[in-house]
């Protein structure tokens, strides 16, 4: 149910906010509804990460002007994939995330296996082509950046 679900996602914020830790937000087909309730939730005030981000650049920008980093997945790898590639394009650096999103979504070659973190690599190359930057600066980018929002992580 639409409505349990909206309901739970308030929260969800609410109790980040009280902790003081950052967001993991996965949403899909609800980007409207998604930012407005972080906006009406005022989760800027802890951000967090859009994990396995697969939707549009005005949604992407919606969730950094919320202090939220873009977290991208093997996804980016796909064929079908190309207004995610763009998109992955436009994202400040400050906002850039990779991941695995394990077990699923393995990036080409690896399509069809199990996912696993040893994979990441893979969907660094494909944005650091994407960015026409190194590998290794990706690298440094996305570990600098997963720091900055996981502090306690360090």
């Known amino acids: 149910d639409a409505e349990w679900q909206r309901e739970r996602f308030r929260t969800h914020i609410r109790a980040a906010r009280r ?3 950052p967001l993991i937000v996965h949403t899909r ?4 509804d998604t930012l407005r309730i972080l906006r009406e939730e005022g989760a800027d005030a802890v951000g967090g990460v859009m994990h396995c981000f697969t939707e549009s650049w005005e ?3 919606g969730a950094i002007d919320l202090g939220f980093k873009i977290s991208f997945s093997g996804i980016l790898t796909f064929k079908t994939a190309a207004e995610l590639r763009d998109t992955a394009s ?4 400050h906002a850039l995330l990779i991941e ?3 077990p699923y979504l ?3 070659p690896m399509r069809g296996r199990t996912n696993e973190p040893s994979f990441v ?9 994407i960015r026409n930057v190194s590998v290794d ?5 996305t570990s600098r950046n997963f720091f900055d929002l996981f502090k306690h992580a360090a």
Do not use: H, I
Not at 121 to 129: K, S, W
């Open 90 to 93: 436009k994202v400040p650096n």
């Open 59 to 61: 949604v992407a920008q």
């Open 29 to 32: 087909s609800a980007s409207d």
């Open 100 to 102: 695995t999103d394990s």
């Open 121 to 129: 690599p893979l969907v660094a190359e494909r944005l650091a082509e």
């Open 19 to 21: 902790c003081g830790k």
């Open 106 to 108: 393995a990036p080409v």
């Open 137 to 141: 600066a990706v690298g440094e980018l």
